[in-house]
């Protein structure tokens, strides 16, 4: 999808935005057509910024509700310690050898984490995520996290990233930026060897 920067000048960033030439292509098609379409676009970004909006309401909020996207990364960065540890301990105690790296793979669909078919210990890893339903959101959360800062940080400079803007500006910069399809599906990690390393499957930008 091709994208044209717009400048909030309000705040100094160069917000992107889907471009309007597909949506005008569209006028041309039954004028029903046309109208779901627009309709299901409309319901896409709605769902997009409430889906934004609840990963960004944990986070600790500066005076008048404002935060930065440095902000964003520092309690990502502090909630992935604590999982960390939470699930080294929960994962050697039921006997799962963590000297081997392994990839946790989190569906969005089933909503269930799963470890790589290479790990001798598989059965007891998928075992202890089905069981614990707190750690397993809390990887969604981790990786969801994760694709907003990779976003900031390649779009961004680093002083930009420290200037603060409102939760719904900070909302919708994110909802500009990053497509549904982004957002929506899931996410993976490398595991073992006294830490874990995120990353986000099939983001496009």
Partial sequence: MSTQPIEHKGYGYSFKQPSKIHDEAE???????????????????????????????????RAGNRLSFTDISEYRTALESKWDMTVTRGLEAVGVDLTRTFHLSFDATTGSVTASSDHPDKA????????????????????????????????????????????????????????????????????????????GVDILV
């Fill in 124 to 199: 007891a890893i998928d075992a202890y995520f089905d069981t614990d339903a707190e750690v397993s959101e809390e990887f969604d959360t981790l990786v969801q996290l994760g694709k907003l800062v990779d976003v900031a940080e390649r779009s961004l400079s680093s002083k930009q990233r420290e200037q603060t803007l409102d939760s719904d500006a900070m909302t919708w910069w994110f909802q500009s930026s990053l497509p549904p399809s982004a957002l929506f599906c899931g996410g993976g990690v490398i595991f073992g060897m006294g830490g874990s390393s995120f990353m």
């Fill in 27 to 61: 006028f041309s098609l039954d004028a029903e057509l046309s109208k779901r379409r627009q309709e299901t676009g409309s319901e896409a970004k709605k769902s997009s910024r409430d889906h934004i909006r609840r990963l960004l309401e944990g986070i600790p909020k």
